[in-house]
């Protein structure tokens, strides 16, 4: 139980163009999911927190316009990179939680973004 | 704000030996929990701890709620080569539902 997809697991861009990721869980409903981003070497960092049906809470110094992110059902998180840029090139991994009453997340398999 | 010392940051060690990894937190926190990470792959959960004090195994894998609510440490025994990896604790202070991120253990078994 608990599992967590991510489509896709890479894909490589040229720059200027936007890129849309999903995160699905499998086999529960998730009211909240994490959005990550992973640089070579270093540890998780949080961009946002994703409620089903409202809007997202992004971290300080994470632009919301640049990465939009959409919760529009219980098993289904999008982050949309707009007009990717080099510098956005990154390891980008969703999590969700399970149930309320508990912190435990549960992540995807992470999607690797190139931006040329 | 709050965060996480995770120590050591990186072991190399012999197949069968055991590890120990810790993490320290400026705060108090609520939930603990320990994930391992594989090149290129998402975070997989191995033990979660909600209690102060609380002990729990996960087959070779024995991780503990420190009594003071500011401290966990993950233990493996018989180490094998699959276990390479990077392995992260993290935790929740408040009621937000976000983690906190250590540093992460980089751990490297030779056979």
């Known amino acids: 139980g608990a599992v967590v997809s991510q489509h896709p697991s890479w894909v490589i861009c040229k720059s200027g163009t936007s890129v849309k990721i999903e995160c699905r869980s499998l086999?529960?409903?998730?009211?909240?999911m994490f959005w990550y981003r992973q640089f070579p070497k270093q540890s998780l960092m949080l961009m946002a927190t994703?409620?089903?049906?409202?809007?997202?809470?992004?971290e300080q110094g994470v632009e919301k316009d640049k990465f939009l992110i959409n919760h529009a059902s219980l098993t289904l998180s999008t982050l949309t990179v707009t007009s990717a840029h080099p510098e956005d090139s990154s390891f980008y991994i969703c999590?969700?939680?399970?149930?309320?009453?508990?912190?435990?997340?549960?992540f995807g398999p992470g999607t690797r973004l190139l931006v040329l | 704000g709050q965060q996480l010392n995770q120590s050591p940051q990186s072991m190399f060690i012999q197949e069968g030996e055991d590890v120990s990894m810790n993490c320290t937190s400026s705060?108090?926190?609520?939930?603990w929990l320990w994930y391992k990470q594989d090149p290129g792959e998402g975070p997989v959960l191995l033990i979660a701890?909600?209690?102060?004090?609380e002990l729990t195994s996960n087959g070779r894998l024995t991780a503990q709620f420190g009594i003071t609510r500011k401290d966990s440490f993950l233990n493996i025994s018989a180490s094998i080569p699959s276990d390479v990896g990077i392995y992260f604790c993290?935790?929740?202070?408040?009621?937000?539902?976000?983690?906190?991120f250590g540093q992460g253990t980089t751990l490297q078994v030779k056979p």
């Open positions: 993290a935790g929740q202070g408040g009621n937000t539902g976000k983690l906190i």
């Open positions: 999590s969700a939680r399970v149930t309320l009453n508990r912190a435990t997340q549960y």
């Open positions: 086999d529960f409903q998730a009211t909240t």
């Open positions: 701890l909600y209690k102060a004090g």
């Open positions: 994703s409620n089903e049906g409202s809007k997202a809470t992004y």
């Open positions: 705060s108090i926190f609520n939930t």
